[in-house]
């Protein structure tokens, strides 16, 4: 019951308010919209999206024991409260150093094309990969394959890339078999690193990309396995890798291998995981490695 009282009290004077506002109030909700909007938008395209949700679900957990009243949960709350926004700072500080300096670059306000700022996310109607592109990256994958020529492809989603790419050499290019070949072809100033593809446009060359730290993984995957995995834990991106020793082509997506794909199953996957065609994600099962692989890459 006194819960019920609270809330009229919060309605009563949220009425008394209304009736007080002047157009001072309005513009600052409207700013206040705004920004909030801008900041979801940003987060949407990191891995900061992730962790907001999480903290929604803590959220949510502590509106639960403020209602039943649990008083040690509450003071443990209180007390984890005073240091977890320094926290928040330091894991997403390459994120927010990014957002400092797309709004050094940007305009602040809408330009003649109709376009917001900050508002990297593709449109809805944009697919992230083509019918076209998959063909091509999965004739440009086989053909590596049986040449023993290695490769490291990424593909972007729904998380920007562009810290990533930044790390390469721009290249801004339609994804062909061809320009993949050349790319990757040995003793090429290119060959050596990864390939970000973004937009159904090759982005970058030559880009450095995390190693994952799972201890799991089998000893046989060398550093291209490794990366793929690497960069699938901390985006969403799907990675393709050509192995050099071998010519066996693996994807790594949600920091899960899957290995040995032929160019049939290889662009079967990429409908699903990307263009969202099936499950999105890989079907658990033979093929798929999750920390341990006995086969030789």
């Given at each position: 019951m006194?819960?019920?009282?609270?809330?009229?009290?919060?309605?009563?004077?949220?009425?008394?308010?209304?009736?007080?506002?002047?157009?001072?109030?309005?513009?600052?909700?409207?700013?206040?919209?705004?920004?909030?909007?801008?900041?979801?938008?940003?987060?949407?395209?990191?891995?900061?999206?992730?962790?907001?949700?999480?903290?929604?679900?803590?959220?949510?957990?502590?509106?639960?024991?403020?209602?039943?009243?649990?008083?040690?949960?509450?003071?443990?709350?209180?007390?984890?409260?005073g240091?977890?926004?320094?926290?928040?700072?330091i894991?997403?500080?390459?994120?927010?150093?990014?957002?400092?300096?797309e709004?050094?670059?940007?305009?602040?306000?809408?330009?003649?094309?109709?376009?917001?700022?900050?508002?990297?996310?593709?449109?809805?109607?944009?697919?992230?990969?083509?019918?076209?592109?998959?063909?091509?990256?999965?004739?440009?994958?086989?053909?590596?394959?049986?040449?023993?020529?290695?490769?490291?492809?990424?593909?972007?989603?729904?998380?920007?890339?562009?810290?990533?790419?930044?790390?390469?050499i721009?290249v801004?290019?339609?994804?062909?078999?061809?320009?993949?070949?050349?790319?990757?072809?040995k003793?090429?100033?290119?060959?050596?690193?990864?390939?970000?593809i973004?937009?159904?446009?090759?982005?970058?060359?030559?880009?450095?990309?995390?190693?994952?730290?799972?201890?799991?993984?089998?000893?046989?995957?060398?550093?291209?396995?490794?990366?793929?995995?690497?960069?699938?834990?901390?985006?969403?991106?799907?990675?393709?890798?050509?192995?050099?020793?071998?010519?066996?082509?693996?994807i790594?997506?949600?920091?899960?291998?899957?290995?040995?794909?032929?160019?049939?199953?290889?662009?079967?996957?990429?409908?699903?995981?990307?263009?969202?065609?099936g499950?999105?994600?890989?079907?658990?099962?033979?093929?798929?490695?999750?920390?341990?692989?006995?086969?030789?890459?």
């Amino acid at each position: 019951m006194q819960y019920l009282e609270r809330l009229q009290g919060y309605l009563n004077s949220f009425k008394t308010y209304s009736t007080n506002m002047v157009w001072g109030d309005l513009i600052e909700i409207f700013i206040i919209a705004i920004l909030v909007y801008y900041i979801l938008a940003w987060m949407k395209t990191t891995r900061a999206w992730a962790l907001l949700k999480g903290l929604i679900v803590i959220g949510g957990f502590m509106v639960i024991a403020v209602i039943m009243e649990m008083k040690t949960i509450l003071w443990i709350g209180e007390k984890v409260l005073g240091f977890a926004v320094i926290a928040l700072i330091i894991v997403l500080q390459p994120e927010l150093r990014k957002a400092l300096e797309e709004l050094g670059n940007k305009n602040l306000f809408w330009d003649f094309t109709g376009k917001l700022p900050f508002d990297s996310r593709k449109r809805v109607d944009e697919s992230v990969l083509s019918e076209r592109s998959i063909n091509e990256i999965a004739k440009a994958c086989t053909e590596m394959g049986r040449a023993r020529t290695g490769a490291l492809i990424v593909i972007e989603r729904s998380e920007s890339l562009r810290e990533y790419a930044r790390t390469g050499i721009d290249v801004d290019a339609v994804v062909t078999s061809q320009l993949l070949i050349n790319i990757f072809e040995k003793n090429t100033p290119l060959h050596d690193g990864a390939v970000i593809i973004s937009e159904n446009r090759v982005a970058a060359a030559t880009c450095y990309l995390p190693l994952t730290d799972n201890l799991n993984l089998s000893k046989d995957l060398g550093t291209r396995h490794r990366a793929a995995v690497g960069i699938s834990e901390v985006t969403d991106s799907l990675t393709i890798v050509v192995s050099e020793e071998t010519g066996r082509i693996s994807i790594a997506s949600g920091g899960e291998l899957t290995r040995n794909l032929d160019q049939e199953k290889l662009r079967t996957m990429m409908r699903r995981i990307v263009m969202k065609v099936g499950d999105d994600q890989p079907a658990k099962g033979r093929g798929i490695f999750k920390g341990r692989s006995r086969e030789k890459a």
